[in-house]
């Protein structure tokens, strides 16, 4: 068997986590809304119509932050056809994944579901077809208390309380040729900020995003988040990120994406800190990586105009849980910068969580890693220094074998080691000596792993990619020797002793 050693100390704090990385994503496409989150005629369906199923594996998985509408469904949205009496909100072509949208679905019933979902909304606002002063009613029938026209139109509308909603995002992808009414650098700047003056000027208590790139593999990146900082640079909190990977018949490539992800959010990083310099700014700008994941099925086939169709329902295998294990280590290793973060999306489109119509939920293997590292990866993350072998990717050079991130949750004594064992041939023992914390106990090894990396999880065999329980040795100390077995998802928890 392989060896690896990895040293962990208490004083090398990398972060304090906010707990919005936990975040995901329910965007008006394919069977998300319709379907997923609301189908009124389901036998699991509340007097609301949202499904009670969906609702249970949503709050399982510890989802801290929604973002809704989308997406690029939200650059041709008119928010207010999405108010007031059902049976008078018009039925619309949705120009972005040429779908029928009845709007019976809105931000009211996102709200009531947000409550019952137990998290919060992060609302974009629509910058394609939509004005500035669409994006501040639209903060205004939300936000605001009473006695405007727009607060009392909510008040009317069944919703005495404002909704509240925190954090913002200023239009969605508008760098994409494929955006509903794109953007060039210079005007997006010029809208956005003119929207973000009026959303403030309405709740100045609020936060809001500005569009960075929408990939790093965009001609544009990284001048694009340049030029629009150098704009908005103190209008807005966070710039954003998004970043899927596929699956394209290399696995060790595949399997690099971790090391990717952490490039392009320092290329971000580089841009924003850039224009803080240039601009003698005081301020440091976060990011908001408000769409990631894998993303496997890209040609799409749109079929035009049908309410609700299936789009992008990728069935997750082995392979891709590991690969967002990854990803959710590389978020936690840089929790200094990012501070939201939306697995895309929740329910059915690129989803952890699949729906029947009429039928059943499903948890996809992603569903896990995603639920484990929300659960357990709270209070602080402190640096892994890491000794282990190499593994090659073409795309990627040499990469560790082993890649991990620690929390350390001090409020509830405990601590958590992610890791991800890239070995295919090789199980790893790793020693782990954890210094600074006095004495730990082991309380579990939690293990994702099988001889079928391309296995996925169906309604006939709901369980087989789920997490296992790895036997430990119980033992109380400092230093621990773990098994990582071959091309393994791993989350191996210790209680605090003192
Ligand atoms: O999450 C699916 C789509 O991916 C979103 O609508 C868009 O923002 C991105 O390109």
Redesign the pocket.
């Known amino acids: 068997m392989k060896k690896a050693s990895c040293s962990i100390n208490k004083k090398y704090k990398l972060a304090e986590i906010d707990e919005r990385i936990y975040g995901s994503?329910i965007?008006h496409?394919g069977r998300a809304v319709y379907t997923g989150i609301y189908e009124p005629d389901h036998p699991e369906a509340d007097k609301d119509g949202f499904r009670k199923d969906v609702l249970d594996a949503i709050r399982e998985c510890n989802v801290t932050i929604i973002r809704y509408p989308?997406?690029?469904?939200v650059s041709g949205y008119d928010w207010k056809d999405g108010i007031g009496p059902k049976d008078k909100r018009p039925t619309r072509l949705d120009y972005?994944w040429f779908s029928i949208e009845d709007n019976s679905f809105g931000i009211d019933e996102f709200s009531d579901w947000l409550k019952k979902a137990k998290t919060e909304g992060m609302i974009a606002v629509n910058l394609g077809t939509g004005t500035p002063k669409d994006a501040g009613e639209l903060v205004e029938y939300c936000n605001i208390k009473s006695g405007t026209a727009l607060s009392d139109l909510r008040i009317r509308n069944g919703h005495k309380d404002p909704h509240n909603f925190k954090v913002w995002c200023l239009g969605?992808?508008m760098d994409?040729p494929w955006q509903i009414c794109q953007l060039s650098a210079d005007d997006y700047a010029k809208k956005a900020k003119e929207a973000a003056k009026i959303m403030k000027w309405v709740d100045p208590t609020i936060e809001l995003v500005a569009c960075g790139s929408?990939s790093a593999e965009m001609a544009t990146f990284p001048e694009w988040d340049r030029i629009i900082l150098e704009t908005l640079y103190e209008y807005v909190d966070y710039i954003s990120l998004?970043r899927?990977y596929e699956y394209e018949g290399d696995i060790n490539n595949f399997l690099g994406s971790f090391f990717d992800l952490n490039n392009f959010i320092n290329t971000v990083k580089a841009a924003a800190d850039y224009v803080k310099a240039k601009n003698r700014s005081k301020k440091t700008m976060y990011l908001s990586l408000d769409?990631w994941n894998v993303w496997n099925i890209k040609d799409m086939q749109l079929k035009r105009w049908q309410k609700a169709p299936s789009i992008?329902e990728d069935s997750y295998t082995l392979l891709d849980a590991l690969v967002v294990g990854g990803m959710l280590c590389t978020i936690l290793n840089n929790a200094d910068r990012i501070k939201i973060a939306c697995l895309?999306?929740l329910v059915n489109?690129?989803s952890p969580i699949h729906t029947e119509k009429g039928g059943g939920v499903l948890k996809h293997t992603t569903f896990y890693p995603f639920m484990q590292v929300s659960k357990y990866g709270r209070g602080v993350v402190i640096k892994n220094l890491m000794s282990c072998d190499n593994f090659v990717s073409d795309k990627y050079g040499k990469l560790p074998t082993i890649y991990s991130s620690t929390t350390y949750d001090a409020d509830n004594n405990k601590l958590t080691f992610f890791s991800i064992n890239y070995d295919r041939e090789n199980d790893i023992e790793l020693k782990l000596c954890l210094d600074g914390f006095g004495s730990l106990e082991i309380i579990e090894h939690l293990v994702m792993d099988g001889n079928d990396l391309f296995a996925s999880n169906t309604f006939k065999e709901p369980n087989k990619v789920i997490p296992r329980l790895n036997p430990i040795k119980k033992s109380i100390g400092k230093e621990f020797d773990i098994m990582l077995p071959k091309l393994s998802w791993n989350v191996v928890r210790f209680e605090v002793k003192g």
């Not at 989308?70 to 469904?73: L, Q, T, V």
């Open positions: 994503f965007e496409m989308g997406g690029n469904f972005a969605n992808e994409g929408s998004h899927y769409e992008a895309a999306q489109a690129l």
